[in-house]
């Protein structure tokens, strides 16, 4: 059983910037889709940017700029760098592999964005 653990969340100013990690205890990433997912207060899980095994990127609209999503297959972790960070961006910040070797969650870290 694959287990991701997040890091990095935090309490910090509008413009500011935060880097979340997402360490798997195997090999997961270099099989999966990496994703960073959020859920703000009364509102719905969204994905906010994936990598896939290849490399590629996507994002959504909001965070297209502002947000990078990378991976470093030799530590089995996947980052998010959040930078120009808007009080909309507060959330509890999700890390997802999902692939032919199954779909997991890591269990949140909370990102707090004060205007």
């Known amino acids: 059983q694959v287990q991701l653990v997040e890091s990095g969340g935090g309490l910090v100013q509008a413009g500011g910037s935060l880097r979340l990690s997402c360490a798997a205890s195997?090999?997961?990433?270099?099989?999966?889709?990496g994703g960073w997912y959020r859920q703000a207060p009364g509102k719905q899980r969204e994905l906010v940017a994936a990598?896939?095994?290849?490399?590629?990127?996507m994002y959504t609209d909001s965070v297209k700029g502002r947000f990078t999503i990378s991976r470093d297959n030799a530590k089995n972790t996947v980052y998010l760098e959040m930078n120009s960070l808007k009080p909309e961006d507060t959330a509890v910040y999700y890390c997802?592999?999902?692939?032919?070797?199954?779909?997991?969650w890591g269990q949140g870290t909370q990102v707090t964005v004060s205007s």
């Open positions: 990598i896939t095994s290849g490399g590629a990127t």
């Open positions: 997802n592999a999902r692939g032919a070797r199954g779909n997991y």
């Open positions: 195997g090999s997961i990433f270099e099989y999966s889709v």
